[in-house]
C-alpha cells in the first residue's frame, strides 16, 4: 500500500518538475528583437544573439534577464525615450509602431530567470 502511495506521489512531483521545465523553456526569441536592430547593442545569451556592434560605446547590457527588473510600462517609456536611466535617456531612438512596442515590451518583461 505505502509503496503505490510513494509511486504516485513520485509520478506526480516528475509531472510538475517536466511542465515547470517545459514552460520556462516556452519562451522564444520575439523577431522583433532582430527586425528591430536591437541585436546591433544588446545580445541575448539565452536565445544566443550576440551583439553585432563593435563599438564599445554602443553596446548596451545583455538583456537575457531584463524581466527580472523591468515591467511591460516601463520598458515602453524608456524605449520611447520619456523615461531615462541616472540621467540619460536610451541610445537609440524607437523606429518601430506601437504595435511593435507593445509586443516587444511583453516579451521582454517575460524574460527571467
Ligand atoms: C545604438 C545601440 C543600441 C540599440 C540599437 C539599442 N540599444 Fe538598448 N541600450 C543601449 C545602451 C548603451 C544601453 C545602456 C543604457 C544607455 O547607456 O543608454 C541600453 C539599454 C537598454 C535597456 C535598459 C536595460 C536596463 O534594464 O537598464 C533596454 C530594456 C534596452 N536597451 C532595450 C533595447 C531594445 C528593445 C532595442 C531595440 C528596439 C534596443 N535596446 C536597441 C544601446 C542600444
Not at 537575457?64 to 511591460?72: A, E, I, L, N, Y
Amino acid at each position: 500500500m505505502n509503496r503505490v502511495v510513494l509511486l504516485m506521489v513520485t509520478c506526480v512531483l516528475g509531472a510538475v518538475a517536466v511542465s515547470a521545465q517545459e514552460s520556462a523553456d516556452a519562451i522564444t526569441v520575439s523577431p522583433l528583437f532582430e527586425e528591430l536592430k536591437c541585436n546591433r547593442c544588446h545580445a541575448m545569451e539565452r536565445f544566443e544573439i550576440e551583439a553585432t556592434t563593435s563599438s564599445e560605446k554602443m553596446l548596451g547590457p545583455d538583456l537575457s534577464d531584463v524581466g527580472t527588473k523591468r515591467d511591460p510600462e516601463w520598458l515602453t517609456g524608456y524605449l520611447k525615450r520619456e523615461v531615462e536611466v541616472d540621467g540619460s535617456k536610451h541610445k537609440s531612438p524607437w523606429k518601430g509602431d506601437d504595435k511593435q512596442l507593445a509586443d516587444l515590451t511583453e516579451w521582454l518583461a517575460k524574460l527571467g530567470d
